[in-house]
């Protein structure tokens, strides 16, 4: 479990879902209390023909506290909690919480569960009709397809996510909007790492859309970022609205985006050295070197040092201030052409006059 982004989940999460089966369901919740971890078991239900959620049983900070061993491999669920579901009303069966409760299990014993239930299920799972493909992918917001790319994929680059199969999606349909963020902040805890927030956000939020260029796509950084800020918010507020049905407060399973975004750099991107490294290949193999090749002085000039700052120059840093200046000159980021060719023709000049 991560402590950042954080999550504060309260009351309740409201959509309308189509006329079809539904059968609830129950699921773990987290959420932070006074700065500390807290699970609570709850359940997906229609009430109105809407789909929300109620708390069944408060768990604490440690789920696994209501899982008792009795010897060998054996193992049941402490009778307060069995209690509170009977009295609740609740349809389930062991089965079903032996589920929800698996990570949590003592090691040994997950094991061997996992075993027989990769033994028991392979090969079982049901082929979905066209129909009810058709319908999963009607249910499906935008914003939760691009999470799941994303998260399964880890591609920035979301030109694929309107043919994503609905095989996909089997668990994104007839749940709360509360399951569904349960299920979506455990995948986003498991899979990205800190350095990808911001860059995940920027992608799950389509923000690249309002951009032109290669570096939309590839390299947000090289961006305007007081428009990729204005963007964002016009998003988070838009989805707040379409997605989760809110039109004054922001959604709390939103605001963890927010942080995500506004205290996390981009991911480093590899796009400039690449492009740098291809111009060079192409200038080695096809061109012939000119008669007046560009000088050093004029190769420093470029990049804004002295002869004697060179001197004392890294590769390293002499690779930081040519990103810092790419960005700058890169067509897509307005500058041209004929600015990036010539700081890249510095820069191969440059790198073999430093230590």
Known sequence: MIDSPRQVIVGFSLYREPDLPYDG???????????????????????DRQLTFRDLFELGPDPSAVILYPGGNAFYFDEKMEEALAASGVVYDSDELEEIF????????????????????RGTRKKLTEIEKQNI????????????????????????????????FPDHTHKSRDEIEQQ?????????KPREFKSYVYAV????????????????QALDQDRVDKY???????INETVYRRDKDLDTHLIRYLIMFFDNPYA????????????????????PKPANALTLDNACKLFHISGEELKTMTRKHLTRRYRKLARQVHPDTGGSHEKFVALNAAYETLLGNTV
Request: with cysteine; net charge positive; hydrophobic share 40%.
């Open 25 to 47: 369901a129950m699921y773990l919740a987290y959420e932070k209390k006074k700065g500390r971890p807290h699970f609570i078991l709850r359940e997906s239900l229609v009430i």
């Open 102 to 121: 698996r990570p949590w299990l003592r090691p040994d014993i997950r094991q061997a569960l996992e075993t027989f239930m990769n033994r028991s299920v």
């Open 137 to 168: 992918l009607k249910q499906v917001p935008h914003f939760d397809k691009r999470r799941a790319h994303y998260l399964r994929f880890g591609n920035m680059d979301q030109g694929p996510v309107e043919n994503m199969p609905a095989a996909l």
């Open 184 to 192: 979506f902040f455990r995948q986003e805890a498991s899979t990205l």
């Open 205 to 220: 939020f389509d923000l690249q859309r309002f951009f032109q260029g290669m570096l939309a796509k590839k390299m947000p």
């Open 232 to 238: 964002f918010l016009e998003e988070i507020c838009r």
């Open 268 to 287: 480093d991107s590899t796009l400039l050295d690449d492009l740098a490294k291809d111009f060079m290949s192409r200038h080695r193999v096809f061109s």
